[in-house]
Every structure is written in C-alpha cells, then in structure tokens.
C-alpha cells in the first residue's frame, strides 16, 4: 500500500511541477470549488481564485528541481510534502521552497487537490 502511495505521490509531483513549468494555466484542472491554498501565509479558496493567483505570480517562466517527496496515506487521500529549488530566469540564485498538497481521490479513479500550502524557505 505505502508503495502505491508513494507512486501516486511522485507521480503527481511531476504532473504537477511539469504544468507549473511548462503550461501553468492547465493546473486550474488539478483542484475542485473546495480546494484551498496557502500561499505565502495568504489563504485562496476555489478553482477561480488560486488559478488567478498562480497566472498572476510575477514571472513567466521558472523551473523547480525537485529535492524531496514524502507521501502519506490520509483520511482517505494522501498528503505530499515536497522540498526543493526554483530557479527564476536571468536570476543567478535558486529559492528554496516547500509546498504540501493534500489529494483526495475522485470518483473518476484520479485524485485532486483539496489543500495545498507553499512556502519560500529564507535563510
């Protein structure tokens, strides 16, 4: 089972960062009107408004390198816990963040995110 969850786990970190990357107005499709996210301490709720936000962030383009997934079973869903790097174009340092999404599964056999907090890591 723990084996199954991590797949699941990984495999949505890389859907979820390769969109993020690559075609960030596509990850409106990964979460639901009841979906949350926290991003920088500031709470978003809904499809609408966190896909505003996330089409709204200062820059085009980037690209996360990916240093850790740790994947639980919960409640029904499972919690991702994710840490690496952002590299920003034309900027010569990369910004460490951590981001924790909570997937529940649907009726349609995949999984969406209910909760999704991130976090620039200073220091």
């Known amino acids: 089972m723990e084996e199954q969850v991590d797949l699941v786990g990984n495999t949505f970190v890389d859907h979820y960062y390769h969109l993020f990357d690559n075609d960030r107005s596509s990850l409106a499709s ?3 009107p009841s979906s949350m996210l926290t ?6 709720l ?9 089409n709204q962030l ?12 740790d994947s639980q079973s919960s409640a029904g869903g ?4 994710v840490s690496g790097s952002l590299q920003l174009p034309e900027e010569e ?4 963040f951590s981001q924790m999404f909570h997937l529940i599964p649907t ?6 995110v209910q909760n999704d ?4 890591n200073y220091g």
């Open 107 to 112: 009726l349609q056999g995949s999984f969406f």
């Open 30 to 32: 990964l979460y639901q």
């Open 78 to 81: 499972i919690v991702v816990f």
């Open 58 to 69: 200062p820059f085009d383009q980037c690209r996360h390198i990916i240093s850790t997934i």
């Open 93 to 96: 340092h990369h910004l460490r």
């Open 39 to 44: 991003f920088e301490g500031q709470k978003i």
């Open 46 to 54: 809904g499809v609408d408004d966190i896909s505003a936000k996330l």
């Open 117 to 120: 907090i991130f976090r620039l």
